[in-house]
């Protein structure tokens, strides 16, 4: 099963879309932007996901139940930041996630094209 | 101690320090005005709560500024050019269609019906791409400028929103031929998510209240902007109503309430006559007098209210914004607190410079 996912052409991309960021990345994911071309697809299942954005304003409640299941997994996934609020509180100033983010894509929100290759940043490494 | 409870406001209490029998100091604490929502939600899951909630904040960042700035504009005694004016409104109905649009996507997104949700994806892009063409900036738009704009409008951009507006409707009349007689929406969402009268309080507003006959409008009861226009109250005053109160009925009314708002829009772009110059400007010399001023607008989640006190000099001395959720009143509480300084910081830090904030 592992060598069969790594095979995997398609990489999994999981988020949750919250507060401002979450229009642009659920539009990133329909028919205009068509991130499958670039090999990436969106998945409902943390478990299955090579990828996990962290995006936009998250309650504390959220991010605790985020981290959690983070770190409950076997094969964990690379994490990709977006937003102002992931980065660095934002200007909500709300509670910053302890999770390790290997991509930061700052802005708020973020243009698509900057996600995009903010994701295809993060498969590569 | 508790005074009473009222639901649009909350719990008002009086915070009092006492030493033995003599009181030192009195405090008393407003609630805020709220919807009920957040109660009706607070037992249930992300799911079930989903019915619930027709309008989102993020989506709406220009009531809370135009808010701001008609109370000010309200205190100081000027009003600002109608052109100005219709020009605010329209931006106010285009946010209240993103967000009603979010929720529909939201729903249809819930039953997996996909057919609906790229219709509600290629409309939320439309009004996203008209957005940053205008303004700039992708979500967020302001014309808040005290008595100005702070971006050139233009008469070819008036008419790009009602042409693209015509487009949006053509989409929504596509959904609701869709919607007729379909099987596979009503038999999840029909009988779901009823909002009993008991849960339907005084401050309730917006179209789930509409239906049940109990909620109030700002826009029709305090009319401000453009809305005071008699063929815009017209177009609202016409809502959809419906006895079954259940989440399909709903989604019907949501979809009336867009059109609503897009037959506001192509009224006031159809005006010949609506340009706006950034060069009319107010004088610096406008001194607003001493009291109280305060302002009421529709939001998402309810009415907003802000207050501002004037001293004798001119000056702001305390600033109240009663917003119509818990949560986000937590948040205003903390960002007051904080100097201008510290705001600036928080904008740096996260790289948010937008026109919004720079008009702060």
Redesign the interface.
Known sequence: MQLLRKNDLLRHVYFIES??C???L??LF???YDPERLGFVRTMDMKKADILIISG?S?EKTLDKLEKEYHELDNKPKIVAVG??A???????IKKTKLPAIVFI????P?PESIIDGITRGIKS | MELFINYPSGNTSLNITKRGKKIFSVKVEDGYNKRNIIEICRQKGPLKSIPFIERLDPYNSMHYATCFCLMVEKAAGVSCDQNLQFIRTVFLEMERIFSHVVYLDRMFRASDNSVFYNITSSVKEMIIDLKEEITGHRLYSSAQAFGCLNFNFSQGNLKQIGKSNNDIKIKLNEMEDLLNNNEAIESVYSGVAIIKDVDSCPGFSGPFSWMNGKGNDARLGDPYLAYSDNNILDIIKNKYTSDYNCAFSRIKAIIQDIKASIDVITHITGKDELTYQISNRFTDDIKAPHGTHGQNIETPRGFLQMQMDIDKNGNIEALDIISPSDKNQKIVNSALRGGLQDHVCMAWESLYISMMEIDK
């Not at chain 1, 700052?106 to 929100?109: H, Q, R, S, V």
């Open positions: 507060s401002c979450g229009p642009e659920l539009n329909s028919s205009r304003y309650s102002g609020c980065i660095n509180k934002g200007p909500l100033g700052p802005g708020c929100p243009r």
